[in-house]
Nanobody
Framework: AHLVESGGGLVQPGGSLRLSCEAS????????MSWFRQAPGKERVLVAT????????FYPDSVKGRFTISRDNADNRVYLQMNSLKVEDTAIYYC??????????????WGQGTQVTVAF
């Protein structure tokens, strides 16, 4: 399995970025996809999740209303649209794929991450 993130960079507060994650090596439309982020000295935390069909999404309060996760199962890609970015959104953003079988985690794949820096 392979996940490759792209789209990170430097943006001013209030700006927008769109992250992309290209998946390969597994049956993409059978996996829930998520974006996590990790700021320096902090734990990796969830920022968005989308179900395998794209029918349901989840966001923590910290990004709700500003970030939107979407997926294209025909193209094996998941996206994270980030608007109204804040300095505290600065982190390495990771793409994640998970598959559960009978309630148990069976597969858990991670990308290498892409840096997002929000600063003047």
């Amino acid at each position: 399995a392979h996940l490759v993130e792209s789209g990170g960079g430097l943006v001013q507060p209030g700006g927008s970025l769109r992250l992309s994650c290209e998946a390969s090596g597994f049956t993409f439309d059978r996996y829930a996809m998520s974006w996590f982020r990790q700021a320096p000295g902090k734990e990796r935390v969830l920022v968005a999740t989308i179900t395998s069909t794209g029918g349901s999404t989840f966001y923590p309060d910290s990004v709700k209303g500003r970030f939107t996760i979407s997926r294209d199962n025909a193209d094996n890609r998941v996206y994270l649209q980030m608007n109204s970015l804040k300095v505290e959104d600065t982190a390495i953003y990771y793409c994640n794929a998970k598959k559960h079988v009978r309630g148990n985690l069976k597969d858990d794949y991670w990308g290498q991450g892409t840096q997002v820096t929000v600063a003047f």
